[in-house]
């Protein structure tokens, strides 16, 4: 399983950022508890990168580094073989809230499958990230919407040619339900991302970020991806 989170890194995260970061160890945890249909420990791969698309030639480019913290290998991901990477990953996702306010998620995502790859900048020595067999998944954290207008059938569709097959990558968002207050501050209803999840299908999941902590949509997640590891239809 390849795994990127899309970070909303705007002046009003700072809270969800520290909780995301509190919760992925217990996230590392239960993906180190997960088995293939052969009864194998799952092999994964973690990323981040940030909302902001203000700067073309960074968009979607993974984090590896932190402030003042260890940000684990230099490589523009985390891995299973990296060992405890709860501590790495948490670091990376500090990115701060200095990022533009035009939160474009699933632009940012589809530049790190895509162009990034092409350009370098999320490969390690010439290897990718994206293995051929391995589900693509991605978790948006935001509370505003996707703010540009570029079609949502074409992120759907990016997201098929980056793979080959709907059901070799699975989609999750937690965002604005509904326009909210919460103890992480307020969040606006994120209707594109609502859309672009529903069209995903079974394979996507939305969850409200509107719950004042990410343990439960962190959980849905993983049930979400799980189930599309099980149903990956491999690469003939």
Same mark, same amino acid.
């Given at each position: 399983? =390849? ?28 993906? $180190? ?9 799952? $092999? ?13 030639? $960074?968009?979607?480019?993974? #984090? +590896? @580094?932190?402030? @003042? ?5 230099? #490589? ?5 073989? !990296?060992? =405890? ?8 996702? &500090? ?14 995502? &589809? ?20 293995? !051929? !067999? ?7 954290? +935001?509370?505003? $919407? ?19 097959? #709907? ?14 207050? @919460? +103890?992480?501050?307020?969040? #606006?209803?994120?209707?594109?991302? &609502? ?19 990410? +343990? ?21």
């Amino acid at each position: 399983m =390849d795994i990127v989170f899309v970070v909303d890194n705007s002046g009003s995260m700072s809270q969800e950022q520290d909780n995301l970061a509190a919760n992925f160890p217990k996230f590392i945890t239960t993906l $180190d508890g997960f088995r293939t249909k052969s009864g194998e420990p799952l $092999d994964y791969r973690v990323a981040v990168t940030n909302t902001d698309a203000s700067k073309s030639s $960074d968009t979607g480019k993974f #984090r +590896t @580094s932190g402030t @003042s913290c260890s940000a684990g290998p230099g #490589r523009p991901w985390l891995e299973k073989a !990296d060992g =405890d990477i709860g501590p790495f990953f948490s670091c990376r996702a &500090k990115m701060g809230t200095s990022g533009s306010a035009t939160e474009q998620g699933l632009e940012a995502m &589809k530049h790190a499958v895509t162009s990034r790859v092409t350009d370098g900048s999320n490969s390690d020595g010439g290897k990718a990230f994206l293995r !051929d !067999d391995a589900l693509m998944a991605f978790l948006i954290l +935001t509370d505003e $919407d996707e703010t540009n207008s570029n079609s949502i059938d074409g992120y759907v569709q990016a997201f098929d040619n980056v793979k080959g097959d #709907r059901s070799r990558w699975a989609a999750a968002a937690i965002a604005g339900e509904t326009s909210c207050n @919460s +103890t992480f501050g307020s969040a #606006r209803e994120a209707k594109r991302l &609502k859309e672009f999840i529903g069209k995903v299908g079974a394979n996507g999941i939305f969850s409200s970020i509107c719950a004042g902590d990410l +343990t439960e949509g962190l959980t849905k997640a993983l049930n979400t991806f799980q189930g599309a590891c099980r149903n990956f239809v491999p690469v003939k």
